[in-house]
């Protein structure tokens, strides 16, 4: 099995509200991604937990907060958003290092639109 | 820089026809290798993935990859296409000192003819 699941599918948002986006693996994974996916681009890397410690922040600015509550979840805080912020919010996971050979496994990704 | 190209931003087949999409990547060793396949506000799924060894890869749903070295390339491949296909494909490195990062194409989109 290597299902990756995100709540919610859809998100709507003013800018003054907080909001979670949630992530869960079961696989046993020790890596967990956030990426932000503009329409017809590639995804982009926001933020990598190893082991339940973040390890890549990748200049994210700070009205997007991760937290990693144990080695199967996964959540993004939202505060304050601006309407450029609307996208697809994907999770991955890996087992671990993508060095050692690993894979990457997506969720189905949370559309968010703030409006 | 370290950079993966895909040189197609779309490609338009027949359905039953053969398909071909192009990657190429520039980096100093050979990295890991990875066709990502995502349909319509979907997440990305992986296709295939090529780590070393028998350079011709087989995936999911009838794809195959080919690793050339020689031409940094890593092309994926389908004989015959279905109308279900139609998305858009990733081509993804990770090289081999990466620890979490992988290094996308800018995706091509696949459309399909009836």
């Known amino acids: 099995d290597t299902e990756v699941t995100q709540t919610p599918k859809h998100l709507v948002m003013g800018m003054t509200n907080k909001k979670s986006l949630k992530c869960e693996q079961h696989m046993g994974h020790r890596a967990m991604y956030w990426y932000k996916q503009k329409a017809k681009k590639p995804p982009e890397l926001m933020f990598v937990y190893s082991y339940e410690k973040l390890s890549i922040n990748e200049s994210v600015p700070s009205r997007f907060s991760p937290e990693c509550p144990n080695s199967s979840l996964l959540n993004l805080h939202l505060h304050a958003l601006q309407p450029e912020d609307s996208a697809l919010y994907l999770c991955?996971?890996?087992?671990?290092?993508?060095?050692?050979?690993?894979?990457?496994?997506f969720g189905p990704g949370t559309r968010l639109l703030v409006l | 820089a370290q950079s993966v190209t895909q040189p197609d931003i779309h490609i338009t087949v027949s359905e039953g026809a053969s398909l071909e999409l192009r990657c190429n990547y520039s980096?100093?060793?050979?990295?890991?290798l990875f066709w990502y396949v995502q349909s319509p506000g979907q997440g990305l799924q992986l296709l295939l993935k090529?780590?070393?060894?028998d350079t011709l890869v087989q995936g999911i749903k009838g794809f195959e990859a080919e690793f050339k070295r020689s031409q940094s390339s890593f092309n994926l491949r389908k004989p015959s296409v279905h109308w279900s296909d139609a998305a858009e494909y990733f081509c993804a490195v990770a090289p081999m000192d990466s620890n979490y990062q992988l290094i996308w194409g800018a995706g091509t989109k696949l459309i399909i003819k009836p």
């Open positions: 090529y780590f070393s060894g």
């Open positions: 980096y100093g060793a050979t990295p890991y």
């Open positions: 991955a996971s890996s087992q671990d290092r993508l060095a050692g050979g690993e894979t990457q496994y």
